[in-house]
């Protein structure tokens, strides 16, 4: 993510499945590896027993810590649909015959330009035509917008995950609305933060939270919470908070 240096998904996937027993949902991009490799980890999830699967394009090195990295993008996250949906028939990228068939059940990503950008939503449109079986958002935090988003996207009659991330105080919440493309928070979601401690932004934070799940619930048919900064217990908490 964010073309950090981390842990393989694929690796990790599995360990999560295996220790926990619970589906994992994989992020998959095209950034570092070509229609060779791409394929080749592909059919060795399928192996080992992950079938979802978030096809993305993918965070470009030039964002991350290593700008100077070679990016391979040999397709985006339209064509890595198409490959998806190849392996599943039993076909590789040429349509030549593998002798095997995968069984991913393919997630997109979408966000709030589908909303009133034809481009938008045509590509999504696209996507799903290549084979995408869900589709997933990026954060929202203003109802009215994800009921709209929610309008377009749902035509598609496919399963929809609205992502979620929590703030975590007025400068978290001021830098997501003003430097995130694709993101924006109400003013008097961001000033619910103003002069606040660490103590009570935890609280606000929480409470805006299972707030935005209970409408995201309404509409959709899950939600992505996010973990913000590696801040794992607040999710929990804010999961607890959920359960009362």
């Known amino acids: 993510p964010l073309g950090k240096l981390r842990q393989s998904t694929s ?26 490799g791409i394929q080749s980890e592909l059919l060795s999830m399928a192996s080992l027993g992950i079938n979802n699967i978030l096809a993305l394009t993918g965070d470009p090195p030039s964002v991350g810590d290593y700008p100077f990295a070679t990016a391979v993008y040999e397709v985006n996250a339209l ?26 059940f393919i997630g997109t990503a979408a966000g709030p330009s589908v909303i009133d950008n034809k481009r938008a939503a045509d590509h999504l449109n696209k996507k799903i035509s290549n084979g995408a079986n869900f589709i997933q958002t990026q954060p929202f935090y203003d109802v009215a917008s994800m009921e709209k988003m929610m309008e377009v996207i749902s ?90």
């Open 11 to 36: 690796a990790l996937s599995y360990i999560a499945k295996r220790e926990i027993g619970l589906d994992v949902i994989i992020h998959f991009t095209c950034r570092d590896k070509n229609l060779l």
């Open 79 to 104: 064509g890595l649909i198409g490959i998806i949906h190849n392996l599943n028939i039993g076909k590789d990228y040429l349509n030549n015959s593998i002798n095997t068939m995968t069984d991913y």
């Open 155 to 244: 035509k598609s009659k496919k399963p929809v995950i609205i992502g979620m991330l929590p703030l975590l105080n007025h400068n978290h919440a001021e830098f997501l609305n003003n430097e995130v493309s694709g993101i924006s928070i109400p003013r008097q979601l961001i000033q619910k933060f103003e002069n606040r401690n660490k103590e009570d932004s935890r609280k606000i934070s929480i409470e805006i939270a299972v707030n935005l799940i209970e409408k995201i619930k309404e509409l959709a048919d899950g939600v992505c919470i996010m973990t913000p900064f590696n801040r794992y217990k607040l999710v929990l908490d804010i999961m607890d908070e959920m359960r009362m």
